[in-house]
């Protein structure tokens, strides 16, 4: 004998904590990758050098945080190259 089916308007939906807190604060929805790409995005644009964001990402090589950020690093090149002009005038 199967069992009658719950309909959905009286399901029980159990969601994580930080869904709840986001839904109440009606914040979009992100994921915690979002966070992480968002925060070393934000360190790459800071300056911060690209081997201290590798370490922090847990990448084992810088490459693979290059070849994933390299969109941040384009924009640092015209600031690099004003440096040096600054520091060469």
């Known amino acids: 004998m199967?069992?009658?089916?719950t309909p959905k308007a009286n399901r029980t939906?159990?969601?994580?904590?930080?869904?709840?807190?986001?839904?109440?604060a009606k914040l979009p929805h992100l994921r915690i990758y979002d966070l992480?790409?968002?925060?070393?995005?934000l360190l790459l644009a800071g300056g911060v050098?690209?081997?201290?964001?590798?370490?922090?990402?847990g990448h084992a090589t810088v490459m693979l945080t290059?070849?994933?950020?390299?969109h941040v690093l384009e924009g640092m090149q015209a600031e690099s190259a004003a440096t040096m002009a600054r520091l060469l005038a």
């Open 66 to 70: 290059l070849d994933t950020y390299s």
């Open 36 to 41: 992480r790409h968002t925060a070393a995005t």
């Open 49 to 57: 050098h690209i081997k201290v964001v590798s370490e922090m990402l």
């Open 13 to 24: 939906v159990v969601l994580p904590p930080q869904t709840v807190a986001t839904l109440a």
């Open 2 to 5: 199967t069992e009658p089916k």
